[in-house]
C-alpha cells in the first residue's frame, strides 16, 4: 500500500476526474445527471481510506472535472465555469463525508473497503446502485402527477444528486460488504495499469480540450482578419465612387460653362479607375424662362434635335411641359448605362424629384430611386443600379449668395462594385452582404437578393455613411468556413493523443504481469533476510572479540575523536587532538569540552546540553556543521564537527569527531576571488558583445540613408541609446557653405554649454587632427566652444584627406578612468562609422548638385527646369490655377565681354543670379537657360503682377555697380517675356515658347521693357 500522504491524494485525484470524464459520456434524460453517482463512489471510499486527508484529492479530482469535462458547465462562460466547479467541489465533499461517517458507524468491516479492488466492477454497481433511487423518484414523481420536474434541468439535476446521495451513504456500502473479496492480482492490475492509464486519460482530454480551444480562437481571429480586410477594402472603394463625384463637383463650383470635351475627360478617367460607377451625368437646373436658350445651346454644341423631354409612367418620352423649373439632363458619359437619357427633365418624376428636394435642402450627396422593376422594399437584386445625386451651389446674384446651380448624377451598380470587393478573397463558408441601415431596425437589402445559411458561427457588421443614408456591410460564416482553414490541431491532437495512449495502454499491459512476480521473490528475498539474521547473532561473538581491535583503531585515526558524557565532561580523546588543538588526551580527560570552544560559544555550550536534556531538542547531534575551535595557545582557526549520540547499556555519552580544515577554507576563498573575477570578465565580454551588436546597427542603419536628415536622427538616437546620461553635439560643415564654420548638425542630452556652431580653429581636436580630452579643469586648456563651466568632456575631429569637416563633442561627467576608456573606444568607433556615411552623403548631396545646378551661377541649369516646367504644368492642370513662366535676356551682354572681358561678363552673371534669387518668391524656380537667358517659373501669379515685379526688378538691376578693375560701369538692363497659362490645355513647351516670343518682342522693342 501506499504510505505517503501526498502520493495518496494524488492518485484520488486522478482516479476521480477519470471517473467524472468517463460518467460523463453516459447520456441521461438530463445532461450531466448521471455524472454525480461513479466519482460519489470513488469520494466515499478515499473518505473511508485517508480521512480529513481525502478532502484535498476529491477537491482538486472534482475542481479538475468541472472546468474541463462537466457536460452542465460546458456552455457557460469561464468565470462562471469555475464558480460551478468550486459548487461541485463541496457537494462532493459534503456527500463523501456523510457516506463516511454513515458507513464507519453503521456497517461492521468497513475498513475491508479501503483495499484496492476490481475498479470495473466497482464502477458498474456503483452504476446500478445510484440508478435505482433516481429511477423510484421518477416513478413517485409520475404517479402522483404531472410533476413540472422534468422542465428545469436545474430541478432534474438536483433530484439525480439527492438520490445518488441516499444511494452512495446507505445502499452502496452494504452491497460492497456482501461481495467484497479480495484479490491481490486485481490490485497488482490497478496499481500498475489502471492508475497509469487514468492519468494518461486525463491528460489526452484535457489536450483535446485545450485543442478544442485554440482551434476556435483560430478560425475567429482568421474570420476577423478576412472581415476587416473585405470592411477595408469596400471602404476604399466606396471612398473611390464618391472621389470621382466630388471632382466633378469642383468642376461645376469652380467653371460655370465647362465643354463637353472636358467633362467627357473627367469623367472617363474616373470611370476607368471606379468599379461600380457606371455614368455621371450632369443635370443644371433651368428656369423656365431658360428652357430655349439651354436647347440651343445643346444644339450648338453638337446634340441636333435636344429638347426637354418628360418621361412617362411606361418608359415613353414626351415634350417637357412648363414648369418654373427644370432639371434636364446636360451632359452624360457614356449616354446608354444612365436610366436617364440626355434632355429628359428629372422634374417628371417624383422620386428624382423627392431626391433632388432632399439634396437641395440638406446640401448633402443624396441615393436616389433604385432602378430595377422587380424590387421591393426589403430585398433588392444584385443587378440593381442606384443614383447619387450632389447638389452643386454657386454665386446666384453676384452678391455672395449661393444658389443651386444644378446636380451631379451618378449611377452605381453594386454588383461589379461588390465583385471588386471580393475578387481576391477565398468565400468559401463566407456570406458577405450590403443593407441600407439608415431606417433604423428596418434594413433594406443591397447586395446580394439570397438569404444567408442558418447556421452561423461568426457574424462582423460595420457601418458606413454614404450621402444621407447608412449603409451597413455584413460578414457571417458556416460551418464551411471552419472546414478551409487547413488541417485543424484538434483532429492532429486527437489522433496523437489516442496513438499515444494505445501505446503506453499496451506497454502498461506488458508489464502489469511482472508485479505478481516481483512480489514472489520479495518473500523469498525474506526468507533469506531470516536466516541471515540468525546467523548475525552468531557473528556477535566474534564482534564482541573485535573491541581490542577496534579501541587499536581509536588510536590510529588521524581525524580527532573526542567522547564526552552528558554532563559536557571529556571521557576520552585520541592522540590525533594534539596535532589538532596542541593538547596532550591526558591533559584533557575530566575538563568540560567547552575548553576547546572560543567565545561566546564556550560559555553557552553547558546551555545547550541542558536544553537539550530537558526538550530532547538537538543543535549539533547527527548535523554535520563547521564550527572554530580554539587551541592551546588561544589561535581560532576552523573545524569540521560531526557530533552522534551513542547509548550504552549503563549510560550515554556523545562522540565528536573533528578535522581541521583551515587549508581547505583558505582553498575555497581563493576558489570564491577567482570566480568572482571571472563573472567580471564574463559581464565585459557580454558588454563588448553588445556594443559591437550596435555599431553593426548603426552602420546598417547609415548605410541606408538618403540624405543627412536621415543620418542626422539615426545618430542622434543611437548616441542618446549609447551614452546615456551624457550630453553631446557633432557639428558639421554644410556643403555650399563657404566661411569655414562647422554648423550643428546632431545634438542629444541637455548640451547649452555645447556651441552650435564651431570654427576650426575654436577646437584644440580639429587643430592637432586628434582627439582632445579634458578630464579636470585645470589640467589642459578647454576649448573655446566649449562653456567653461561644463565638467570633463572629449572632441575627436571627422577627417577626410587630413581636413576636418565635422566635429564630434561628448560631455560625460563624473567617471571612473575604466568608464572613460570605455567611452573613449566606444566614441572612437561610432565617430568612424559616422565619418564614412557623412562623407559618402556630402559626396553624394555634392554629385546631386553638379548634375541639376549651373557651376558660374549655381542656379539650377535648363535640364532641372525642363523638368520643374513640366513638374508644375501637371499641377496646374490638377488645381486649375494659373502657371507664369519668364524668360529674361541681359541686354548688349556681348558688348560687356568685348570691352570689359569674360571674367568681368561672369560676374555680371552671378551677380543677376544673386538678384534674382533674392527677388523672387521661394515657390518660384530660378534657372539659367544659356548664356546670358534666365528662365523664373511662377506658379499662381497674374501676368499684371509678374510685370510689374519684373520692371521694379530693372530699375533695381539698373543700380549694381560693376568693377573691372580701375574702371566702374553700371546702368546694366535686361529684356523679359512673360506668359500666363491655366486650364486642361497647357503644354510647357507651348508656355516657354510663348514667353521667348515676347522675349523677342521686348528685344525688338527697344530692349530693357517686359513684354506680357
Known amino acids: 500500500m501506499i504510505e505517503s500522504q501526498w502520493i495518496r491524494q494524488s492518485v484520488l485525484a486522478m482516479v476521480y476526474a477519470l471517473a467524472g470524464v468517463l460518467a460523463s459520456l453516459f447520456p441521461g434524460p438530463v445532461a450531466g445527471e448521471v455524472t454525480i453517482a461513479i466519482p460519489a463512489v470513488v469520494a466515499l471510499l478515499g473518505w473511508l481510506a485517508c480521512g480529513p486527508w481525502a478532502l484535498i484529492g476529491v477537491s482538486f479530482g472534482a475542481l479538475f472535472f468541472g472546468m474541463i469535462s462537466d457536460p452542465l458547465l460546458a456552455s457557460l462562460s469561464r468565470p462562471d465555469v469555475f464558480m460551478g466547479a468550486l459548487i461541485g467541489v463541496v457537494g462532493a465533499n459534503l456527500q463523501a463525508l456523510l457516506g463516511a461517517t454513515l458507513t464507519r458507524r453503521f456497517v461492521p468491516g468497513w475498513k475491508q473497503l479501503t483495499h484496492v479492488f476490481d475498479a470495473l466492477r466497482l464502477f458498474l454497481v456503483a452504476g446500478v446502485v445510484a440508478a435505482l433511487p433516481w429511477a423510484a423518484l421518477r416513478l413517485l414523481l409520475r404517479y402522483l402527477g404531472d410533476f413540472p420536474l422534468f422542465v428545469s434541468p436545474a430541478a432534474a439535476f438536483g433530484a439525480a444528486w439527492l438520490s445518488q446521495v441516499i444511494a452512495v451513504v446507505a445502499l452502496l456500502p452494504v452491497l460492497l460488504t456482501l461481495c467484497w473479496y479480495r484479490d491481490p492480482l486485481w490490485r497488482t492490475r490497478l496499481s500498475s495499469l489502471v492508475v497509469p492509464a487514468g492519468a494518461a486519460l486525463l491528460a489526452v482530454l484535457a489536450l483535446y480540450r485545450v485543442a478544442f480551444d485554440v482551434e476556435q480562437e483560430r478560425h475567429a481571429a482568421r474570420f476577423k482578419a478576412v472581415g476587416a480586410a473585405v470592411s477595408h477594402r469596400f471602404e476604399d472603394r466606396l471612398g473611390g465612387v464618391m472621389a470621382a463625384l466630388d471632382s466633378v463637383d469642383r468642376l461645376f463650383e469652380n467653371d460655370a460653362t465647362p465643354t463637353r470635351r ?8 474616373s470611370l476607368q479607375h471606379t468599379p461600380g460607377l457606371v455614368a455621371v451625368q450632369w443635370v443644371p437646373q433651368v ?14 454644341d453638337g446634340l441636333e434635335g435636344f429638347v426637354f423631354r418628360d418621361l412617362g409612367s411606361a418608359g415613353g418620352l414626351t415634350p417637357a411641359a412648363v414648369r418654373d423649373f427644370h432639371y434636364p439632363v446636360f451632359f452624360s458619359v457614356p449616354r446608354q448605362v444612365s436610366p436617364y437619357r440626355l434632355g429628359v427633365d428629372l422634374a417628371s418624376s417624383p422620386d428624382a424629384m423627392q431626391a433632388i428636394t432632399l439634396a437641395q435642402e440638406t446640401g448633402l450627396r443624396t441615393v436616389g430611386p433604385v432602378f430595377q422593376s422587380s424590387s421591393s422594399a426589403q430585398t433588392r437584386p444584385p443587378g440593381a443600379s442606384l443614383v447619387l445625386l450632389s447638389p452643386v451651389f454657386r454665386d446666384s446674384d453676384g452678391t455672395g449668395g449661393t444658389g443651386l446651380g444644378g446636380l451631379t448624377l451618378g449611377v452605381l451598380r453594386l454588383a461589379p462594385l461588390m465583385a471588386s470587393v471580393i475578387a481576391d478573397f477565398d468565400l468559401a463558408g463566407l456570406f458577405v452582404s450590403l443593407s441600407d441601415a439608415s431606417d433604423g431596425a428596418s434594413h433594406a437589402r443591397l447586395y446580394p437578393s439570397i438569404e444567408p445559411v442558418a447556421d452561423v458561427r461568426f457574424v462582423m457588421t460595420e457601418r458606413f455613411p454614404v450621402g444621407d443614408r447608412v449603409w451597413q456591410l455584413h460578414l457571417a460564416s458556416d460551418a464551411a468556413f471552419e472546414a478551409t482553414g487547413g488541417v485543424p490541431l484538434l483532429w492532429i491532437s486527437m489522433v496523437g493523443s489516442a496513438v499515444l495512449f494505445a501505446l503506453l495502454h499496451g506497454f502498461l499491459l506488458t508489464v502489469s504481469g511482472q508485479r505478481v512476480e516481483v512480489a514472489r521473490q520479495i518473500g523469498e528475498a525474506t526468507a533469506r533476510l531470516t536466516r541471515e539474521v540468525e546467523e548475525r547473532r552468531r557473528v556477535e561473538a566474534t564482534l564482541r572479540q573485535s573491541d581490542a581491535r577496534m579501541s587499536g583503531v581509536f588510536q590510529a585515526v588521524v581525524d580527532g575523536i573526542v567522547i564526552i558524557d552528558e ?115 564574463v559581464g565585459a565580454l557580454e558588454r563588448r558583445d553588445g556594443e559591437l551588436t550596435e555599431l553593426n546597427r548603426i552602420n546598417e542603419q547609415l548605410m541606408a540613408c538618403n540624405d543627412r536628415n536621415e543620418a542626422a536622427e539615426v545618430v542622434r538616437l543611437a548616441m542618446a541609446r549609447i551614452f546615456s546620461g551624457t550630453s553631446g553635439r557633432i557639428v558639421a560643415h554644410v556643403p555650399g557653405q563657404r566661411d569655414g564654420h562647422l554648423s550643428n548638425w546632431v545634438s542629444w542630452g541637455n548640451a547649452p554649454g555645447l556651441a552650435s556652431q564651431v570654427h576650426p580653429n575654436e577646437c584644440w581636436a580639429v587643430r592637432q587632427g586628434r582627439s582632445y580630452e579634458v578630464v579636470a579643469a585645470e589640467a589642459l586648456v578647454k576649448c573655446t566652444h566649449v562653456d567653461p563651466g561644463i565638467g570633463p568632456y572629449i572632441c575627436i575631429p571627422l577627417l577626410v584627406q587630413g581636413r576636418a569637416h565635422a566635429l564630434a563633442t561628448l560631455a560625460y561627467g563624473k567617471a571612473t578612468e575604466v568608464q572613460r576608456r570605455n567611452i573613449r573606444r566606444l566614441l572612437g568607433a561610432v565617430v568612424e562609422s559616422v565619418n564614412l556615411a557623412l562623407s559618402n552623403l556630402n559626396l553624394r548631396e555634392i554629385l546631386r548638385d553638379q548634375v541639376v545646378r549651373d557651376p558660374l551661377t549655381q542656379l539650377y541649369n535648363r535640364r532641372y527646369m525642363e523638368e520643374a516646367l513640366a513638374h508644375e504644368v501637371q499641377r496646374a492642370r490638377r488645381n486649375g490655377s494659373l502657371l507664369g513662366c519668364t524668360v529674361i535676356d541681359l541686354d548688349h551682354f556681348k558688348a560687356i565681354n568685348d570691352a570689359y572681358g569674360h571674367d568681368v561678363g561672369d560676374e555680371v552673371l552671378r551677380r543677376m543670379a544673386e538678384v534674382l534669387n533674392r527677388w523672387f518668391r521661394s515657390s518660384d524656380t530660378v534657372c539659367r537657360y544659356g548664356g546670358e537667358e534666365f528662365v523664373v517659373i511662377m506658379p499662381e501669379q497674374s501676368g499684371d503682377t509678374i510685370s510689374e515685379r519684373l520692371s521694379a526688378l530693372q530699375a533695381h538691376f539698373a543700380d549694381e555697380v560693376f568693377h573691372a578693375g580701375t574702371r566702374r560701369f553700371s546702368r546694366c538692363t535686361f529684356s523679359a517675356g512673360v506668359a500666363v497659362a491655366s486650364g486642361d490645355d497647357i503644354d510647357s513647351i507651348a508656355l516657354l515658347k510663348q514667353a521667348d516670343n515676347a522675349l523677342y518682342a521686348a528685344k525688338a522693342a527697344g530692349r530693357n521693357r517686359v513684354i506680357l
Open 262 to 269: 472636358t467633362f467627357r475627360r473627367l469623367v472617363e478617367a
Open 287 to 300: 428656369a423656365g424662362r431658360e428652357r430655349s436658350a439651354y436647347e440651343a445651346l445643346a444644339g450648338a
Open 567 to 681: 554532563s559536557g565532561l571529556i571521557d576520552s580523546a585520541n592522540p590525533a587532538i594534539t596535532g589538532i588543538f596542541g593538547w596532550v588526551p591526558e591533559d584533557l580527560v575530566g575538563r568540560n569540552v567547552s575548553m576547546l570552544m572560543p567565545e561566546p560559544f564556550q560559555s553557552e555550550h553547558d546551555g545547550y546540553l541542558e536544553t537539550y536534556r530537558r526538550t530532547g531538542r538537538k543543535r549539533t547531534i547527527g548535523f554535520h556543521r563547521t564550527v572554530e575551535g580554539l587551541r592551546k595557545d588561544g589561535s581560532r582557526f576552523p573545524v569540521e564537527l560531526t557530533v552522534s549520540e551513542l547509548v550504552l547499556a549503563d549510560r550515554k555519552v556523545f562522540v565528536g569527531l573533528l578535522r581541521d580544515i583551515t587549508d581547505r577554507v583558505a582553498s575555497a576563498e581563493q576558489a570564491r576571488q577567482f570566480n568572482e573575477q571571472l563573472q567580471d570578465m
